[in-house]
């Protein structure tokens, strides 16, 4: 390997990484030449893969006109043009657009808009913004407030408002049918009972992941799921707000995931597959029935310096423009299907799977002890670390959550961009067989029951 100097950056940990040389479609070259399927698309990111001509060739026009215009002094053609084109795409209401710079800020942004909404209208004993456990909605305080995932929220416990939590609907681990509507109401009902336990005046918002991403590992609802939560929000006068940082942008087969099951939010974030890698940019869209009174009662009191940056709004746009022109949300369901279905194959093979699951190109597999009680595999096996480790150094890129018993369970997502074909599916099964077959014969026989 390339020797290098000691590193100045630091992120979680002291680990170091091969250097990114470059990246073409779906795979990445380190310095070393090494080449490696991006079977993740970074943290479900690069939705349309790395080094699109067209959205390099947009960007470049931008810069070479402005690269920034502060939004108190300009508007700009790049920020206008997506948000026309976000509202269109987005559920009829949601008509007013916010850009910031990624998921966190994106998270912030509706609770707050929200919280303003509620004073503007007379409501301001709402407050509390319901949420689920497991889920992961991002690392600043505020969003931080809404995850539940104890190993990331603990040290900050003190600093942040603790607001209500509901169970996601992890059917397969409660033993229920996720096509059984009686099983959709069993876990939208909890909701209700939080509002109620809460007193439902206090009861600002209900923030949920369409389908879960990292922290339930690609957890599509129940039927009947998401329409009772709906209902159920709007019954106590709480706001719907769905996170789709991760789902929006087609990985899931429709622009947002909400879409499938005709579902409106009074407010959605999006942001991973709308820079979609080429920038750091992301969206609140509000309905105008909620921005509208915050507006009249003196202004949005939010904003970020980089908001609607006009390179990362054209990089945006021209990404919007590549998955239209190529059609790769109905590639997203097709090859979804396929590559799920290859996993359910993998499945009969290895044994410690336990469940596969997920949405379009939104999938995931989780590792378990025993298939029957799916028990998880014990915290010092380290699968979530070790099988992901096993496959990038055979060419393979996942990426994997401990989120079981205070953390719960390994899962992996395998979430390819959605330019992926039949052949880039067999190598990532196939390495993937590979993988789970050296993480397995590595496993010492006593940490499995
Ligand atoms: N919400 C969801 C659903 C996410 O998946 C993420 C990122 N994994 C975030 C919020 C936070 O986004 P960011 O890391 O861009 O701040």
């Not at 026309?84 to 850009?99: D, I, N, R, T, Y």
């Not at 319901?130 to 505020?142: F, M, Q, W």
């Not at 746009?317 to 996993?343: F, P, R, T, W, Y």
Request: aromatic residues 8%.
């Amino acid at each position: 390997m390339t020797q290098r100097p000691e590193s100045k950056l630091f992120y979680q940990s002291r680990r170091r990484r091969p250097l990114l040389d470059q990246a073409r479609g779906v795979y990445m070259w380190d310095v070393d030449g090494k080449r490696y399927l991006d079977g993740s698309s970074g943290a479900m990111v690069c939705n349309i893969g790395h080094s699109n001509p067209h959205v390099l060739e947009c960007m470049r026009r931008q810069m070479d006109k402005s690269s920034f215009g502060y939004r108190l002094h300009f508007e700009t053609e790049p920020a206008e043009q997506l948000a026309q084109k976000l509202a269109s795409l987005a559920p009829e209401g949601l008509e007013k657009v916010f850009f910031v710079s990624g998921g966190s800020e994106a998270v912030e942004s509706a609770i707050k808009l929200a919280r303003q909404h509620a004073v503007a209208t007379g409501d301001s004993q709402r407050y509390k913004v319901i949420s689920r456990y497991p889920s992961y909605h991002g690392c600043t305080l505020g969003a931080l407030a809404l995850t539940g995932y104890a190993p990331m929220t603990a040290p900050f416990d003190p600093m942040m408002q603790s607001m209500p939590k509901i169970p996601a609907p992890r059917a397969y681990l409660d033993g229920l049918d996720p096509e059984d509507e009686a099983t959709g109401k069993f876990y939208a009902d909890m909701l209700e009972e939080a509002i109620l336990q809460e007193g439902p005046e206090t009861v600002l918002a209900f923030m949920v992941e369409p389908v879960g991403g990292a922290s339930t590992g690609a957890l599509p609802p129940p039927k009947g799921y998401m329409q009772r939560i709906s209902e159920i929000c709007r019954r106590y006068g709480v706001l719907l707000i769905h996170d789709e940082v991760m789902t929006g942008g087609g990985r899931t087969g429709a622009f947002f995931a909400g879409d499938h099951w005709q579902v409106e939010p009074d407010i959605l974030v999006l942001s991973k597959g709308l820079g979609a890698g080429y920038a750091p940019l992301g969206a609140m869209i509000a309905h105008e029935r909620i921005v509208e009174p915050v507006l009249d009662k003196g202004g949005f009191i939010h904003g970020y310096t980089y908001a609607g940056n006009p390179l990362a709004c054209a990089a945006g746009l021209a990404v919007i423009e590549e998955i239209e022109a190529h059609q790769m949300m109905a590639n997203a369901s097709s090859i979804g299907a396929e590559l799920k279905a290859g996993l359910q194959q993998l499945m009969q093979r290895h044994e410690l799977i336990g469940d596969v699951r997920g949405k379009g190109l939104l999938l995931a597999f989780e590792l378990v002890a025993d298939r029957e009680t799916m028990a998880p595999l014990p915290r010092e096996a380290g699968a979530f670390d070790k099988l992901v480790e096993i496959a990038y150094d055979k060419g393979l890129i996942i990426y994997s959550r401990r989120t079981r018993g205070g953390y719960t369970g390994d899962h992996f997502l395998v979430c390819p961009p959605m330019i992926a074909t039949a052949n880039h599916l067999d190598e990532i099964l196939t390495t993937l067989d590979a993988s789970l077959t050296t993480f397995t014969n590595d496993l010492k026989p006593d940490l499995l029951k």
